[in-house]
């Protein structure tokens, strides 16, 4: 007799509303730059609250919530690994336990239409502060800046744009009185009521009062700016690199200016000048001469030794007689980047911390500098473009434009770079100013208060370009609000659904034991 052949385990197949969580999740990766199919990330959150459904077990509801978080997050974060791969890895799982967290707290029943946008929001709002001082991008809000509803950020920011997107997606899929077609397929017992239609009601209000919502106003003052890409390799780490290399590359570019161009100012991007102290060293002397030729300040971006083995990463204003007039140092640290939060216990673990060896001395001071002729211009460092708390630091200390000095050269592709283009979009927007980026390698740009993108360069070229950008004064209601008013009204909506749900389980059990 042939011998029976041993039978191989069955490998279970994963469920429809598995799969739709995690095709869910990669529509809203897909909605990201630099792919920026923004309507892809309501049909992503419809898709993961037809997986939902209205009453999922706490484990399914977990489950689900972390596919979703996965198909999101592993994509939209992927620039991590050029930082660090076990980081990356631990963080996109992390957040997206997060957000498996809040699919198992969320209250089940009609409520949840309310319920699940206002706490997958605060889950947004805590990665942009937590861990290791927050880490927003791959962020809803990202996705969004290119896309209709974008003005809602002059009221409430990112927190109050994400909310705007998870609402109408939830609310589209959830328990509305016209139920789509699809999501009745897949629940046989889906229902209408007045939750969605209510809750797509505040959003048309929120977009309605975006569109009257002040903006600031212009000075009827402007500067003709040059901002400045030396050009080079992407995927270069400082300590591999020669900085006079980097400093003669936008030494290069800056002399293609010239008188004629009429220029008012001259931006340089992030640590173009790695030196122990910037003053009266000769890179300052080679700068100043640039500055003296063209009769014009220059922003330029420096990196100097601080005490105990770390370093300053700051942006000055050389003037045209070669005094240095305004500082300002970075105030957010790129975690990773910029320091090696638990540096003993990574060392101990092999990974590879010799790509940091020193950490950065976090700043403290307002996000500004002050040219000479006492014009006030809002700054933030490179990382701090993607917290919108610093962009409006420096509008509310009379800040009448927005630089965004940045070294993206670290990492390869374009993810990254894309995306901080994105937050420059938002910050734009929510403080009513103009925003200049300017890039060593990619990309360097002039974002327009309205969020458009007037001229960008490519990726490693070298080039100047220029143009004439407004000042601007006054305030928008995010600058005068902040996030916090935003974040508090999410968590009480939260809370309220909370209890009414609740409270309507208790009085079903009553009937029930009647």
């Known amino acids: 007799m042939p011998t029976a052949r041993p039978s191989l385990p069955r490998i279970a197949r994963p469920s429809r509303q598995a799969t739709l969580s995690l095709v869910g999740g990669g529509l809203v990766a897909l909605s990201l730059p630099p792919w920026g199919y923004w309507p892809l990330a309501f049909l992503g959150i419809m898709l993961f609250e037809t997986a939902l459904g209205e009453s ?28 660090t791969a076990p980081g990356y890895l631990l963080g996109a799982a992390m957040f997206a336990t997060l957000h498996a967290l809040a699919a198992m707290a969320a209250p089940t029943g009609r409520w949840r239409v309310v319920a699940r946008p206002a706490i997958h929001t605060l889950i947004e709002a805590a ?30 920011g990112a927190v109050l744009l994400t909310w705007i997107t998870f609402q109408i997606g939830f609310a589209l899929a959830g ?20 939750h969605g239609v209510l809750a797509l009601g505040a959003v048309v209000g929120i977009i309605v009062l975006a569109a009257i919502a002040p903006t600031g106003q212009a000075t009827g003052r402007s500067l003709r700016i040059a901002a400045v890409q030396g050009g080079g390799q992407q995927g270069t780490h400082a300590i591999f690199t020669d900085s006079s290399i980097v400093l003669d590359r936008h030494l290069a570019a800056t002399q293609t200016i010239t008188a004629a161009d009429n220029v008012d100012l001259v931006v340089w991007p992030e640590n173009v000048i790695d030196v122990a102290t910037f003053a009266a060293s000769p890179e300052l002397d080679k700068v100043a001469a640039e500055a003296r030729r063209l009769n014009v300040p220059m922003l330029v971006g420096i990196t100097e030794d601080a005490p105990n083995d770390r370093f300053l990463n700051a942006q000055v204003v050389v003037a045209p007689d070669g005094q240095i007039t305004s500082r300002y140092e970075k105030v957010r640290r790129v975690p990773f980047g910029e320091y090696m939060p638990l540096r003993g216990l990574l060392s101990a673990l092999g990974a590879p911390t010799n790509l940091v060896p020193r950490d950065a001395v976090a700043g403290r001071g307002p996000g500004y500098l002050t040219l000479p002729d006492g014009t006030r211009v809002g700054v933030v460092i490179s990382w701090e473009v993607f917290f919108g708390g610093r962009g409006r630091d420096g509008v509310s200390h009379g800040g009448e434009l927005i630089i965004n000095p940045t070294n993206g ?8 770079q894309t995306q901080q283009i994105a937050s420059s979009r938002l910050r734009a927007i929510e403080t009513g100013r103009w925003v200049v980026q300017a890039a060593p390698t990619g990309f360097t740009a002039f974002v327009s208060p309205g969020g458009d993108v007037i001229s960008r360069t490519r990726v490693s070229e070298q080039r100047v370009i220029i143009h004439d950008v407004a000042l601007r ?42």
């Open 473 to 514: 004064t006054g305030t928008t209601w995010y600058v005068e609000l902040g996030d916090i008013p935003w974040v508090a009204l999410t968590a009480l909506v939260f809370a309220v659904t909370a209890w009414f749900s609740r409270d309507r389980s208790k009085r079903s059990s009553a009937d029930g034991a009647s």
């Open 409 to 416: 050269s670290s990492y390869t592709w374009t993810v990254l």
């Open 56 to 83: 999922p077990t706490r484990r399914n509801a977990f489950r689900y919530g972390w596919l979703f978080g996965a198909g999101w997050l592993f994509p939209g974060m992927v620039w991590m690994w050029f930082l």
């Open 127 to 156: 990665r942009f502060c937590f861990p290791f001082g927050g880490v927003p991008l791959a962020s809803l809000a990202i996705g969004q800046s290119s896309g209709p509803l974008v003005g809602v950020a002059r009221i409430g």
């Open 175 to 194: 328990p509305s009185p016209a139920v789509p077609q699809f999501a009745k397929r897949r629940s046989g017992g889906a229902t209408g009521s007045l």
